[in-house]
Nanobody, 115 residues
Framework: QVQLVESGGGLVQPGGSLRLSCAAS????????MGWYRQAPGKQRDLVAI???????NYADSVKGRFIISRDNAKNTVYLQMTSLKPEDTAVYYC?????????WGQGTQVTVSS
């Protein structure tokens, strides 16, 4: 059974930084596009950043210049480096693996930005 396990969330002050990790198991990781999504209370789940199988990245406008997505295929792990965090970044962050019509989701990790 495929597993995606996120870690690295927590409470951080505005302007601070966090690095999220998503470790994948039982999956041919390198051929999947990997994405980070977030969902705030009462809102829909939105794309934050994606990195394709080939390493191409794309970001939501709200995080461009502040977040960086990367992947380490040797470790079956995708990362999201988040800097200059704002209260509006508060959400549960989810990892997703996609290939064609196949999608796998992690369980999410909470990020709270508050003073």
């Amino acid at each position: 059974q495929v597993q995606l396990v996120e870690s690295g969330g927590g409470l951080v002050q505005p302007g601070g930084s966090l690095r999220l990790s998503c470790a994948a198991s039982r999956i041919f990781f390198s051929i999947f596009d990997m994405g980070w999504y977030r969902q705030a209370p009462g809102k829909q789940r939105d794309l934050v950043a994606i990195i394709t199988e080939g390493g191409t990245t794309n970001y939501a406008d709200s995080v461009k210049g502040r977040f960086i997505i990367s992947r380490d295929n040797a470790k079956n792990t995708v990362y999201l480096q988040m800097t200059s965090l704002k209260p509006e970044d508060t959400a549960v962050y989810y990892c997703k693996a996609s290939r064609g019509s196949t999608n796998y989701w992690g369980q999410g990790t909470q990020v709270t930005v508050s003073s």
